[in-house]
């Protein structure tokens, strides 16, 4: 299971002409296992107990270049934190102003995109589609505080 997974990063990073390095292969991993759109200093930190040559700048320009080549999305929703996610099918995100979460909206529809698009001469290779407001778990606590 572990080996697979490693595979598959390798595999994913090839595909989108990126060298597999030790660290890349690492890190594009974390993203295709987790997919709690973590930022840089989230995967520095889980990842550097076991790569102990790993640096955070390393994680900062590994990440960029997922994202330049399209091996991962890079999510900018949230002006603060600047996040990261391993799945890169077409899905909307939501963030919620209150805990800062940014949660995957699967059943909405997604701007789609195959290939690149041509919208008046304009080159279009990447769209995403943010969501803003409060979850459902901060509305409930609220709810919760003002009956108390
Ligand atoms: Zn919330
Ligand atoms: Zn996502």
Redesign the pocket.
């Known amino acids: 299971m572990e080996m697979n997974k490693r595979e598959q990063a390798v595999e994913r990073l090839m595909e989108c002409g990126i060298k597999p390095s030790l660290q890349r292969v690492e890190i594009m991993n974390y993203l295709m296992t987790h997919f709690t759109h973590p930022t840089v200093d989230e995967v520095y930190r889980s990842l550097c107990p076991s790569i102990k040559t790993l640096s955070r700048t390393t994680v900062y320009n590994t990440l960029r270049l997922f994202s330049e080549h399209h091996a991962a999305l890079m999510i900018t929703i949230d002006d603060h934190h600047v996040c990261y996610d391993g799945d890169t099918h077409p899905h909307v995100h939501f963030f919620?102003r209150?805990?800062g979460?940014v949660f995957d909206f699967m059943d909405e529809p997604a701007p789609m995109l195959t290939g690149q698009r041509n919208i008046q001469g304009n080159i279009i290779d990447e769209m995403q589609l943010y969501y803003k407001g409060?979850?459902a778990?901060?509305m409930e606590e609220q709810q919760q505080h003002m009956a108390g």
Do not use: L, V, Y
């Open positions: 919620c209150h805990c979460r409060i979850c778990e901060c």
